[in-house]
């Protein structure tokens, strides 16, 4: 979040739709989420001379083309540095990353981890599918093993990573969960934006050509109750209704499913969401999809001071009371003299 969207400004959806055909395949998990983005400017007063989205390659990376706002579709994986890069000049934009988990974790993996690690002051979009959609269904770095593509035609071998787990371990303050149809997407969005450093936000999107339908197990509607723990900050972590709850294993240190009865999660010994515990924002991540329900919404937010910040205030201290003086720089430190008419000796 920037200073300046604290003074709202006043728009609507339709604000921020652009004239351009939207191009990606019928049915894609991307329009929807789109459309929550969409939706969710106008409710966060942002302002779109002052905000801008900056992208990768993938298909998640046409976004800055959709949204009447600044963009700039840059190059695979570094969408991250040309973040930092309009950051670092004008701080008070809004910067959006999108980026997904092909363009983040495979070739631009090292600048992920490094805006992470660094806390500048934006919102990572990682746009989830399990699949190269743009190169034509080649196995990503999320991909399951046993995914059946072009590049694994015997299934893949690889462990696939965890974007949550990789954003945890690189240092980020803000980690996030949500889907592509799901309600409650807009309230993650509008939580990473009041996040004030780097916000992580793993988005599982449906690929409907290449990986179609892969995340149905949680995502469906029918019975989403059972298979979704939606967490929020000072609530207590229940599903299914309630009827059951994710307490903490104290002798192995893990969590665990527990049963509530009657609604006395204090009994069942559930645990309240504390979005600052790290700890438990790691296990969290971790879960095993089945044994436990997929893990949702703002798993962790502990603000720091932020990269822009540090560099800003360290520049401003090393120039004060100094005025520049370019050739003294590049006169600093060891100089040689070049005499021109000084023969070579054999």
């Known amino acids: 979040m920037n200073e300046m969207t604290k ?59 959709y949204m009447e706002s600044y963009g700039f579709h840059t190059i695979h994986g570094r969408a991250p540095a040309v973040a930092t890069g309009i950051k670092l000049a004008n701080p008070e934009l809004d910067v959006w990353i999108i980026t997904g988990d092909g363009d983040a974790l495979s070739i631009g993996g090292n600048h ?15 746009f989830n599918n399990e699949i190269y959609g743009l190169t034509k269904g080649q196995y990503s770095p999320t991909s399951r093993v046993g995914t059946t593509s072009p590049s694994t035609p015997q299934g893949s071998v690889d462990r696939p990573a965890s974007p949550c787990a990789f954003a945890l371990g690189a ?33 599982f999107q449906n690929c409907i050509v290449y990986n179609k339908d892969v995340f149905n197990d949680f995502a469906m509607p029918k019975g989403a109750e059972d298979r979704q723990l939606w967490v929020q900050a000072g609530e207590p972590m229940l599903f299914a209704k309630g009827t059951k709850g994710i307490a903490l294993d ?70 004060k009371g100094k005025v520049p003086d370019m050739a003294a720089l590049l006169a600093k430190g060891q100089t040689w003299t070049v005499d021109a008419g000084a023969g070579h000796q054999g």
Not at 14 to 32: F, H, I, L, N, S
């Open 7 to 65: 003074i709202a400004a006043v728009t609507t959806l339709k604000d921020w739709e652009t004239d351009q055909e939207v191009r990606w395949c019928p049915g894609c998990g991307d329009y929807a989420i789109l459309k929550a983005v969409q939706r969710t400017m106008p409710e966060i007063g942002a302002d779109p001379a002052n905000t801008v989205f900056v992208s990768g390659i993938g298909c998640s990376s046409r976004f800055p083309y």
């Open 171 to 203: 240092g980020a303050r803000f980690v996030a969960r949500g889907f592509d149809i799901s309600k409650n997407l807009p309230d993650v969005l509008k939580a990473a934006h009041a996040h004030k450093g780097a916000a992580f936000i793993e988005i």
């Open 112 to 126: 992920t981890m490094h805006v992470l690690r660094r806390n500048l002051d934006c919102q990572i979009m990682l």
């Open 250 to 319: 104290v002798a192995a240190l893990t969590l665990k499913v527990v049963d509530v009865i009657d609604g006395d999660w204090q009994t069942a010994g559930v645990i309240v969401h504390d979005v600052t515990n790290r700890s438990v924002a790691h296990m969290l991540v971790e879960l095993p999809f089945g044994p436990f329900p997929m893990a949702l919404g703002v798993i962790y937010d502990d603000p720091r001071p932020t990269y822009e910040e540090a560099v800003r205030s360290q520049n401003a201290a090393a120039a």
